[in-house]
C-alpha cells in the first residue's frame, strides 16, 4: 500500500467515520422516536441534566426547535422537567426511568448491528480495527 499525507488520511478517515456512524445510527429499534430526539436523548443521558438552552447548544439546534424536541419527549414519557436549582425562571431536563430503558435499546441495537457486521471479518481485521480504535480515542482525547 502507498502511503499517503496526513492530509489525505484525515480525508479517508473523516468520510469513514462519518459513513460508519450514519450506518450505526440508522441502526435502531422500530418506533416513533426521530433521530433527533434520539440524539438528545443520548446527549441527555451521557452529559447529565441540561437546561434546554445547554442541551439545544449540545446538539447544535436553536432553542425552538430543541423545545419542540423536548416537547415530544416529555409526552412520551422519556424526559422530565424540574425546577433549576437556582434559577427559578429556568427548568433543568433529565431522562426517566423510561427515557434511560429506551436509550439502553437504542445502544443495543447499534451495538448489535456492528457487532453482526464486525464478525464477518476476518480475525486479523478485527485486530485492526481494535489497534485503530485504541489510536482514534487517543486522538480524540488531544
Excluded at 4 to 33: F, H, K, W
Excluded at 47 to 67: F, I, K, N, W, Y
Excluded at 84 to 104: C, F, K, L, M, N
Aim: glycine share 6%.
Amino acid at each position: 500500500m502507498a502511503a499517503i499525507s496526513a492530509g489525505q488520511l484525515a480525508t479517508v478517515l473523516r468520510d469513514a467515520i462519518t459513513r460508519l456512524n450514519r450506518r450505526v445510527r440508522q441502526a435502531r429499534p422500530v418506533g416513533d422516536l426521530t433521530i433527533a430526539q434520539l440524539s438528545a436523548l443520548t446527549s441527555l443521558e451521557l452529559a447529565g441534566a441540561l437546561s434546554p438552552r445547554e442541551l439545544a447548544d449540545m446538539e447544535r439546534v436553536q432553542p425552538p426547535t430543541m423545545t419542540k424536541i423536548i416537547g415530544k419527549l416529555e409526552e412520551g414519557g422519556l424526559v422530565q422537567r424540574t425546577p433549576h436549582p437556582t434559577d427559578g425562571r429556568q427548568v433543568i431536563i433529565s431522562p426517566t426511568a423510561r427515557g434511560r430503558e429506551v436509550y439502553a435499546q437504542f445502544q443495543q441495537a447499534r451495538d448489535t448491528w456492528l457487532a453482526e457486521h464486525l464478525a464477518a471479518l476476518t480475525e486479523a481485521e478485527r485486530d485492526t480495527l481494535r489497534r485503530a480504535a485504541e489510536i482514534l480515542q487517543r486522538v480524540a482525547r488531544s
